[in-house]
């Protein structure tokens, strides 16, 4: 145990809560930890104080603090719900997240059965309300199965399948990040729950993989035009634009995929997946290790032949950059050529 955490939390009563309990049983490396303590926000900013990490709150309407630092490690601190830690663990969604270890101790506070659910790799809510308190533990349930290979209950399954229609309650950032962390398999145990479709889902396309495994495909091959409801990243919008409206090129000709490759990169085999168009994946590839690091001209190359600042050069130049892919010039003096042809037309 960090030293600096029973330092941020004084001498209080702490524990070391949820799934980082959770995954130190299974043996799996702890990278986020929960801190369940009597006053969050101060012990969060005296930890980020003597570990260097950034402070924020995660939840105001729980009292929830965390400190992230590079890499991705994450330390919650959290406010006990109700007079004791068993208490706490109470609201918890599964058994498995209902576990706790005091700050200082081995002593395992298992107060629901979560560490026999974790031996027989069973996912078990804690209580029959536990969809009605948060619906985003709908998808949680989902992705905890992804991700630790575990199943559903028979109660807990039924208890999914009946509150599915309030999977999109949760605000759409909150969704969005259990959706990230789906695998294929998990958007289809989705699917088969009933949570897909009233979040606009649709599995038509997900046969589709995509050779770069670039983030976020999958969420454009599910959910299509319909990801825009939720608040995707710049770069997750671009990508989804680009694969929306890419068109599989007329054929494998070097002129041909270059001009797919300008519209589509540095997504083209993603675009190529989602168009079902594998066969064109070596053209791609061809085409890629073919790039040469420098242009065999400059914008200030068109300039000095008397052309105009605006579109026309970068018309020229992607003209250029095209003959050149297409192997019919490879010289600099080839393309200036080309261009003082291309001016006096």
């Known amino acids: 145990m960090d030293e600096r955490i029973r330092q941020a939390v004084g001498d209080g009563p702490a524990w070391i809560v949820g799934g980082a309990v959770r995954d130190e049983l299974l043996g799996r490396e702890v990278i986020d930890l929960d801190v369940a303590c009597p006053d969050p926000e101060l012990a969060a900013r005296l930890y980020a104080r003597l570990s260097g990490g950034a402070v924020f709150p995660l939840s105001e309407r729980h009292g929830a603090w965390r400190v992230a ?16 830690i068993e208490e706490d663990l ?24 979560g560490e026999a659910d974790l031996a027989a790799r069973l996912l078990r809510a804690v209580g029959p309300a536990i969809f009605e308190d948060d619906p985003l533990r709908l998808l949680r349930a989902v992705r905890l199965e992804d991700e630790l290979g575990f199943r559903l209950d028979d109660d807990t399954d039924a208890l999914v399948r009946a509150a599915a229609e309030s999977v999109g309650e949760p605000a759409g950032e909150r969704i969005l990040a259990e959706l990230e962390r789906l695998s294929p398999p998990g958007f289809h145990r989705a699917a088969e729950l009933g949570l897909l479709e009233p979040l606009g889902g649709s599995l038509e396309h997900l046969d589709r993989v995509d050779p770069a495994d670039t983030p976020g495909y999958l969420l454009v091959v599910v959910f299509g035009e319909g ?11 671009k990508l989804a634009h680009t694969l929306l409206r890419a068109e599989r090129p007329a054929d494998d000709s070097p002129r041909e995929i270059h001009r797919f490759r300008r ?11 989602f168009l079902g168009a594998a066969d064109l994946y070596d053209a791609v590839r061809t085409a890629r290790a073919g790039d040469h690091p420098e242009p065999l001209l400059r914008g200030e190359d068109v300039l000095a032949l008397g052309v105009e600042p605006g579109p ?21 003096d080839e393309a200036l050529a080309l261009v003082r042809a291309e001016l006096a037309k």
């Open 69 to 84: 630092f590079h890499g991705g490690k994450t330390v919650d601190f959290t406010p006990l719900h109700g007079e004791t």
């Open 90 to 113: 109470a609201t918890r969604d599964f058994t498995v997240n209902a576990l706790a270890r005091p700050l200082e101790g081995e002593n395992l506070i298992d107060p629901h059965g």
């Open 227 to 237: 990801l825009g409801r939720f608040p995707i990243s710049n770069d997750l919008r």
């Open 263 to 273: 519209r589509t990169e540095p997504w083209a085999l993603s675009a190529l997946a």
């Open 312 to 332: 026309e050069v970068g018309r020229l130049l992607e003209l250029v950059a095209e003959e050149r892919a297409v192997g019919t010039i490879a010289t600099p």
